[in-house]
């Protein structure tokens, strides 16, 4: 049942980017958190206007725009001001994959001077340079493209990211080299966000229709599907 729209508007503009299994562009399986993020909006009773597009300018779109929704981002106490956040829809492992010995933590990598891939704008980018990351060992393609490239090419030592994206991209692929991935080094909360300018009505709308996905189910069983949870 649909719960209270966002006054004067019936069309939410949303931006994505491909990042399995959270989002993808697959309308019969759109990832977890953007499939939730879809139910959301259709259960406040609007309807979602959306956008894959490059991730560094998705987040510049949203951040200078006004009522505009991003997801999958990671909150990281660097971005708390960047946007509105509507609230957590999953959790997730972040480690790094090599293919020779484990790396098991980032001060491992640090103190081993291995260079890292991770996605362009990402939040791994943003955790590698929060902590002092050496700029010259960090690898930048755009987020979703490269990475498994750089792995298996011995351009990197490493690849920063989701466990679970991480796994998908690899079989996807059909790269035939085992991976090891280390220890996990971040358990993170991925968000729906809206921009700094945000109507109190729209946030208020998404947040009940998320609450009430929680309540019935959907959100438990959505989750599962892909295999995450909360």
């Not at 597009?53 to 708390?80: F, H, N």
């Not at 991480?166 to 809206?194: N, S, T, Y």
């Amino acid at each position: 049942m649909p719960t209270h729209a966002h006054a004067g508007s019936r069309n939410v503009d949303i931006l994505a980017v491909q990042s399995p299994p959270m989002a993808m562009e697959n309308a019969e399986a759109p990832g977890a958190v953007l499939e939730l993020t879809l139910a959301a909006i259709r259960r406040a009773g609007m309807e979602p206007q959306l956008r894959f597009i490059p991730w560094r300018r998705a987040q510049e779109m949203v951040v200078a725009g006004k009522d505009m929704l991003i997801t999958p981002v990671t909150w990281l106490p660097s971005r708390d001001g960047k946007f509105t956040w509507i609230a957590p829809v999953c959790r997730i492992e972040r480690a790094i994959a090599s293919l020779k010995a484990p790396i098991d933590s980032l001060e491992q990598a640090m103190a081993e001077r291995r260079t890292l891939v991770v996605g362009a704008g990402s939040a791994q980018e943003q955790q590698l340079r929060d902590m002092g990351y050496p700029a010259e060992l960090i690898s930048t393609p755009p987020l979703g493209s490269r990475e498994a490239d750089m792995l298996a090419s011995g351009r990197v030592d490493g690849w920063y990211g989701s466990t679970l994206h991480i796994r998908m991209r690899w079989q996807q692929e059909g790269r035939g080299l085992p991976l090891h991935i280390g220890r996990k080094v971040a358990d993170d909360e991925i968000f729906l966000a809206c921009s700094r300018d945000c109507s109190p009505s729209l946030v208020a709308a998404l947040r009940t229709a998320l609450e009430s996905l929680q309540e019935d189910g959907t959100r438990d069983r959505i989750l599962a599907r892909y295999s995450l949870s909360y």
